[in-house]
């Protein structure tokens, strides 16, 4: 397994903008398959973005247009660049690392490795 750490939570106002950083522990995080994730309380942790090892990227519909998942194979880091924030954004904001080659991405028992999550509020 992989050790994940998120930053670059915290409070915007709707309609503004945040990076998140999801930094791994692996020497050999080219060869996973990363995502985001979000959860927040009294609900399932839903997916919300996905970059492959050779960089095919994955989307649930309401982040489309709004939200960027890039890597940075050298840094052994995955970003979120969220803009336009909404307030129904606001969640707990979980990395999470997968081995496994095949499969549906937003499929959240995928994935070997998580983070800690960090807190991203959206205020209106």
């Known amino acids: 397994q992989v050790q994940l750490v998120e930053s670059g939570g915290g409070l915007v106002q709707a309609g503004g903008s945040l990076r998140l950083s999801c930094a791994a522990s692996?020497?050999?995080?080219?060869?996973?398959?990363m995502g985001w994730f979000r959860q927040v309380p009294g609900k399932e942790r839903e997916f919300v973005a996905a970059?492959?090892?050779?960089?095919?990227?994955y989307y649930t519909d309401s982040v489309k247009g709004r939200f960027t998942i890039s890597r940075d194979n050298a840094k052994n880091t995955v970003y979120l660049q969220m803009s336009s924030l909404k307030p129904e954004d606001t969640a707990v904001y979980y990395c999470?690392?997968?081995?496994?080659?095949?499969?549906?991405?937003?499929?959240?028992?995928?994935?070997?490795?998580w983070g800690q999550g960090t807190q991203v509020t959206v205020s209106s």
């Open positions: 692996a020497r050999t995080f080219s060869s996973y398959r």
């Open positions: 999470a690392a997968r081995s496994r080659p095949y499969g549906d991405y937003s499929i959240r028992d995928s994935y070997d490795s």
């Open positions: 970059i492959s090892r050779s960089g095919g990227i």
